[in-house]
Each structure stands twice: as C-alpha cells, then as structure tokens.
C-alpha cells in the first residue's frame, strides 16, 4: 500500500520559515519526481514546486527564491523549504509522486501551512 505522508505544517508569521517533509513508503522513490502542491480556501490545486528523479526541479512564479525543494534519496524523503513566507501562502500543502516510467501517480492527505500575524 502506498503512503505519503507530509510533515512540518504550522502556524507561522508573515517572513517566517517553515519545512515540509514527505516520506512516501510503498513506491521506489529514486524511480519518482516529486512534487509540492497547495490549495488554498476557494482556489484550485496549484503546482508549487517540482523535482525529477534526477534532481531537476521547477517552481511557480510565486515562490521562485523564496522556496526550496530537495531530495534525499537515502532518506526517500522529499523536503520544501518555505522562507519569506506571506499570507497568500496560507493554503494545505500536498505532496505527489509520479512514476517515471508508469506515470502513476499519488497523493498524501496535505498539512495545513497557516500564515499570520
């Protein structure tokens, strides 16, 4: 059975920081991109950041140089550094895996990113 499951989710204040982290069991994750996905109150779905199996990553325009995503291929854990964070950041952020190869693809339950003074 596969399982993502994301961590580090908070309340934080406008230019804080925060890590997620997803550890995905169930999949090999060295064969998977990775992806961080939020939505917001009202909003759709929305791409933050991506990363290939190869390490090859690509953000939304509204986090380029404030964000950060990596992996840990010895770990299977995927991370998103959150840096400068504003109030347009606040929405529940999803973790995703695709397959290289199948394409299939996976979703974790989300962790709630809350940010406010």
């Known amino acids: 059975q596969v399982q993502l499951v994301e961590s580090g989710g908070g309340l934080v204040q406008p230019g804080g920081s925060l890590r997620l982290s997803c550890a995905p069991s169930?999949?090999?994750?060295?064969?998977?991109?990775m992806g961080w996905y939020r939505q917001a109150p009202g909003k759709e779905r929305e791409l933050v950041a991506r990363i290939t199996s190869g390490g090859r990553t690509n953000y939304a325009d509204s986090v380029k140089g404030r964000f950060t995503i990596s992996r840990d291929n010895t770990k299977n854990t995927v991370y998103l550094q959150m840096n400068g964070l504003k109030p347009d950041d606040t929405a529940v952020y999803y973790c995703?895996?695709?397959?290289?190869?199948?394409?299939?693809?996976?979703w974790g339950l989300g962790t709630l990113v809350t940010v406010s003074s």
């Open positions: 169930g999949i090999i994750f060295s064969r998977n991109s």
């Open positions: 995703n895996s695709q397959n290289d190869w199948s394409f299939m693809e996976y």
